[in-house]
């Protein structure tokens, strides 16, 4: 898809969205932008991006449209709505719903879109805010392969590993095993800082002997200056973690299998959710142990 002849619509540009958005405009595409609080999208069109009220308003103008908002029900409502994408994007158009998201709701946006015409990718992503700044998220997909192709050099233009990994839900099925694989992994790099910080050490020397070594890790090398630092600060909401490790021991459930150590990680961000950290980086979770 050309540059100079391709609308495309984004929807959320919120921490991540915002970095997002940006990065579409600079590939020389016309950016059509819809959030819920208008005045955060201020800079966005300052940039030259076009602004609507409704994002019933941009569909019908629009060849693809992206999506990046909070909850499974905020996408079943912009999707399957009354006056959501489906019925309103025209024919042909291409949905790309980029936030994490319930497989099933995937499935159902995907096989309501294909009766209308209509090719939808989902395509959740991870990397947090440093991902979306530098163009450098993963971006994992479901769907079509002939859709994921004619999309690719948008995505291309936010991620730097892109990978179809199966058809309908696929994507956030290979999304919610990041979230596990996360949610234990903090648990770990919190539980480290604390033993060292209980034990004396220097923080900063401590990492930098583990973080090169087997116990290195993305969280660690990211996350955990931010912790020592004081600086909680949401890269990706403590909220929006929450809702991701319930929708994946949701989908454990229907497949019969147990994920315990997502349990308990899952309990560990309750405390902190309920303490009033709802609204902070999920490397808050290192504060449970305050």
Known sequence: MEANSTRIGFIGTGVMGKSMASHIQQGGYELHIYTRTKSKAEELVEQGMI???????????????????GYPSDVEELYLGEKGLVHTAKS????????????????????EAKARGLHAIDA???????????????????????????????????????????GP????????????????????????????????????????SIGTGAAGSWSLSNLAPRMIAGNFEPGFYVKHFIKD??????????????????????????????????????????????
């Open 92 to 111: 042909g158009s291409y949905l790309i719903d980029m936030t994490t998201s319930s497989p099933v709701l995937a499935v159902r946006i995907y096989e």
């Open 169 to 208: 839900g696929a994507g956030q099925h290979t999304k919610m095993a990041n979230q596990i694989a996360i949610a234990s992994n903090m648990i770990g790099v919190c539980e480290a800082l604390v033993y060292a910080r209980n034990a004396g050490l220097d923080l900063d020397a401590v990492l930098q």
């Open 245 to 290: 490790m319930g929708i994946a021991l949701a989908s454990a459930r229907e497949m019969g299998i147990e994920l315990p150590g997502l349990a308990l990680a899952k309990e560990l961000y309750g405390r902190i959710a309920d303490a009033g950290l709802a609204d902070k980086g999920t490397h808050a979770l290192y504060k449970a142990w305050d």
């Open 124 to 166: 959740p992503v991870s990397g947090g805010d440093v991902g979306a700044r530098n163009a450098a998220l993963s971006i994992m997909a479901g769907g079509d392969r002939e859709a994921f192709e004619a999309v690719l050099p948008i995505l291309e233009r936010m991620g730097k590993q892109i990978l179809l990994q199966g």
């Open 51 to 69: 602004w609507h009220d409704e994002p019933s308003d941009l569909a019908p103008l629009c060849d693809i449209i992206i999506t990046m908002v």
